[in-house]
């Protein structure tokens, strides 16, 4: 069973950290384009970063830059997102994805599209908040 797990979501204060986990079982992450998005309430859902299978190509979307790092462990085939510096506008359901059509990430106007990534997690609820 091909499938996207992430973890580490919860709630915090403004100004602290999370570090969001992606796991996969019947494929390896290690070999694609693994990207995080987020959906906030009553917005669309949008890319907000992502790590190709050759590094050091990553994309962060502007509002994140310099506040959260994509990695990945290769070793234990996993990708995270550590977030720090968090605000209540960082408040969202974040997903994990894999692009099966790239192995480095899509750059310009392109990294903002979704069908390319064809193996969905179940989300992770990110709360920032005092």
């Known amino acids: 069973q091909v499938q996207v797990v992430e973890s580490g979501g919860g709630l915090v204060q403004p100004g602290g950290s999370l570090r969001l986990s992606c796991t996969s079982s019947g494929f390896r992450l290690n070999d694609y384009a693994i990207g995080w998005f987020r959906q906030a309430p009553g917005k669309e859902r949008e890319i907000v970063s992502c790590?190709?299978?050759?590094?050091?190509?990553?994309y962060y979307t502007d509002s994140v830059k310099g506040r959260f790092t994509i990695s990945r462990d290769k070793f234990l085939n996993t990708v995270s997102l550590q977030m720090n510096s968090l605000k209540p506008d960082d408040t969202a359901v974040y997903y994990c994805?894999?692009?099966?059509?790239?192995?480095?990430?899509?750059?310009?106007?392109?990294?903002?599209?979704?069908?390319?990534?064809?193996?969905w997690g179940q989300g992770t609820q990110v709360t920032v908040s005092s």
């Open positions: 790590i190709s299978s050759t590094l050091p190509d990553t």
């Open positions: 994805a894999a692009n099966l059509m790239r192995s480095r990430c899509p750059t310009g106007w392109e990294s903002q599209l979704q069908h390319e990534y064809s193996y």
